[in-house]
Structures are given as structure tokens and as C-alpha cells.
């Protein structure tokens, strides 16, 4: 069974997750110099913290998910996959009840045109769809009947390989999308959007206002030596 042919991007009736309603569109406001500054990880977490925060939890999801761009749900909704994969492979997924936002998962690293993981997610939703009794009858059988999943259904330990390989290049494609699009995402601390040509020496400040980062930039992008300051003004 092929879950791009269920729940296709022209078809978000089918998934509750998927809706956007963009005269609501919610954008975090984020501090310019951590937004330059950070990359990989650090920088996903960055952008999706306010997000997870604004959110907050399952019932949220539905009654403010429909505020998030499709951008914002690529992030938000692959971050489960990583917490759960990279601690406890594509079973724990499962396991833990996230099969359920797999079509909206799908459809947003397609959206920021990650196939490649798509296409991962998907046969791991094949398998689980052929497994789904074992997980189900795991679940109530407590911890013992989880750890016994792992050697019941060893078709995830290739896939959980596989994910290891890729994970670093779809925080990078997000990353890239994020960075090409923020005024999508976010807006800056003083609810402006993102200068993406801003070139030159980007200052931010301690409390007490003396400086406390230097990051140059070249059209928006880091470029040169970055300096940081202690609040007594030592480099």
C-alpha cells in the first residue's frame, strides 16, 4: 500500500493535519542574530521551540495546526521522527502511537522536496501497516512485549540504517527552505519580516548594551570571522 497515493498533497481532506488556513498563519518571533548564527540542529530546534510551545501538545495540533504553513509542518511534524527513530528506531515510532501524522509527515518533506526521506517514511508506514497487530497487542503487554517488537519485526532495522544516513541531509534541506523562506516561518524580534539580502556586521547586545555578538553577513549569510563578547565588553 502506497501512502503517497492515499494521502497525496491534493487531498488534504484526508488528513486533519494538513490544513492551513492562512489568514491565521502564526510566525514566532526570533532574535535576528541567533537566526544567522545557528545552523543544523541547532538551528531546527531554534525555529521549531516556539512553535512546539505555541502548540503545545495533541489536542493543539488540531485546533491550532491549521495555523501553521506548510513550511512550519515539515519541521514540526519530522521532529517526531527524529526524537523517536534516533532513540529507538522506527519501532518506538510506531510503538509510541505517531503513525498517525506519517501522511502529514510525507507530505510536508515533499513539500520542502525531501524525497528521498519521503520515500523512507513511507516503507516504513508499509511495514507497520503489515505489523500493525504485533504493535497493537505489544501495547498491551507493557515494556517486555516492546523490547520482544525488535526481534518480531526486523524489517525496521534497515530502514532505521538507512534514516541514520539521511537524517543530517533533511535537517539540511529544512534548514535550506527555512533560510530561503522566513517570512514564512518566522518573523524577527520586533515583528519584522527577514531581510534576506541583509549584508554587513549584524550587532547584537547584553542587558547592560554593550555588545555582546559581531556576525557578519553576506546576503544573509554568514561570511567572515564571527566575534562574541563577555558583558564587560572582552572578546
Not at 510566525?27 to 503545545?56: A, N, Q, R
Request: with cysteine; glycine share 8%; net charge negative.
Amino acid at each position: 500500500m502506497n501512502i503517497f497515493n492515499l494521502f497525496g498533497q491534493s487531498e488534504p481532506k484526508n488528513d486533519p493535519y494538513w490544513n492551513f488556513d492562512e489568514s491565521k498563519h502564526f510566525k514566532p518571533k526570533l532574535d535576528k542574530g541567533e537566526f544567522f548564527k545557528l545552523t543544523g540542529f541547532d538551528f531546527g530546534w531554534y525555529v521549531l521551540e516556539p512553535i512546539s510551545e505555541y502548540i503545545k501538545d495533541e489536542k493543539g495540533e488540531l485546533k491550532k495546526g491549521n495555523t501553521l504553513s506548510y513550511g512550519q509542518k515539515a519541521l514540526y511534524y519530522w521532529w517526531y521522527v527524529d526524537a523517536q527513530v534516533t532513540n529507538g528506531g522506527f519501532t518506538q515510532f510506531y510503538y509510541n502511537g505517531y503513525g498517525k501524522y506519517v501522511p502529514t509527515i510525507i507530505k510536508g518533506l515533499k513539500y520542502i522536496g525531501d524525497n528521498k526521506m519521503a520515500g523512507l517514511v513511507n516503507r516504513s508506514y508499509e511495514i507497520y501497516l503489515k505489523e500493525n497487530k504485533k504493535i497493537k497487542d505489544a501495547r498491551k503487554g507493557g515494556l517486555q512485549e516492546f523490547s520482544n517488537l525488535y526481534k518480531e519485526i526486523e524489517d525496521f532495522d534497515e530502514l532505521d540504517n538507512e534514516y541514520y544516513d539521511l537524517n543530517e541531509k533533511t535537517m539540511k534541506i529544512i534548514e535550506k527552505y527555512v533560510r530561503k523562506n522566513p517570512n514564512e516561518i518566522c518573523l524577527d524580534e520586533d515583528g519584522n519580516e527577514f531581510d534576506l539580502n541583509l549584508s554587513g556586521e549584524l550587532k547584537t547586545y547584553h542587558p547592560n548594551e554593550r555588545i555582546k555578538e559581531i556576525i557578519p553577513l553576506e546576503k544573509g549569510t554568514l561570511s567572515g570571522t564571527f566575534k562574541s563578547y563577555y558583558d564587560n565588553g572582552q572578546l
